[in-house]
Structure formats: structure tokens, C-alpha cells
Nanobody, 125 residues
Framework: QVELVQSGGGLVQPGDSLRLSCAPS????????VAWFRQAPGKDREFVAA????????KYADSVQGRFTVSRNNARDTLNLQMDKLRPDDTAVYYC??????????????????WGQGTQVTVSS
């Protein structure tokens, strides 16, 4: 059974950058859609960004468009999230996710089968 292992995260000031990574353990990343979600205290988990399968392109939440960059490195078998111009409202636990079959509703967390352990990102002055 493949598990997703996350790295990165931490405490930064507004305007700073952070990079999150997600790598599989016990196998490879499935060749389907992979994504990042986040959950702030007292809020539901929300979609952040995704890499669609079969070269279908990238998708971002409006709140991170232009500041975050999602990428999949097939050579290293990793999923990354570069977060620039961080704001206090980006504070959350971030999760990587992967689907093990083709999906269309990439914004729905229920469509993903594999999840990372979560990484805290705190943006505060």
C-alpha cells in the first residue's frame, strides 16, 4: 500500500515563501490526478491546487492563483507546492492527495484515495 509522506512547512512571516513536497513510500505516485488541500482551524478542508492526469494541466483555487505553483516531478516521483507571497489567511494544515483512478471532480477531497500526513504552515508576524 502506497503512503504519501510530506515534508516542508513551518512558521514564516507575511510575504515569505515556503515549499512543500510529497513523496510516495512503498510504491510510486499513481499516474492520475494529484493535489494539495488545506484545512484551517474551525474550517472545512479546501482545495488548493492540482495537477490533472494525462497532461491535463494545472488547477488552482482563486485564493492562491498567482502566488502558489504546483508541480509534479515524474523523474523524482514527487509532488511539490511552491508558496510565495504568503498571507496570514494561508495558515492551515496542508495535505497532499492522490487519486488511484481517473477523476473529473478534482476539487472534491472525497475523490482522492491517498493522503499525506499533513504539514502545518503558519504565516504570522
Amino acid at each position: 500500500q502506497v503512503e504519501l509522506v510530506q515534508s516542508g512547512g513551518g512558521l514564516v512571516q507575511p510575504g515569505d515563501s515556503l515549499r512543500l513536497s510529497c513523496a510516495p513510500s512503498g510504491g510510486s505516485l499513481p499516474p492520475y490526478t494529484v493535489a494539495w488541500f488545506r484545512q484551517a482551524p474551525g474550517k472545512d478542508r479546501e482545495f488548493v491546487a492540482a495537477v490533472r492526469w494525462l497532461g491535463g494541466g494545472l488547477k488552482y483555487a482563486d485564493s492562491v492563483q498567482g502566488r502558489f505553483t504546483v508541480s509534479r516531478n515524474n523523474a523524482r516521483d514527487t509532488l511539490n507546492l511552491q508558496m510565495d507571497k504568503l498571507r496570514p489567511d494561508d495558515t492551515a494544515v496542508y495535505y497532499c492527495a492522490a487519486s488511484t483512478k481517473p477523476i473529473l471532480e478534482l476539487l472534491l477531497d472525497s475523490k482522492y484515495d491517498l493522503w499525506g500526513q499533513g504539514t502545518q504552515v503558519t504565516v504570522s508576524s
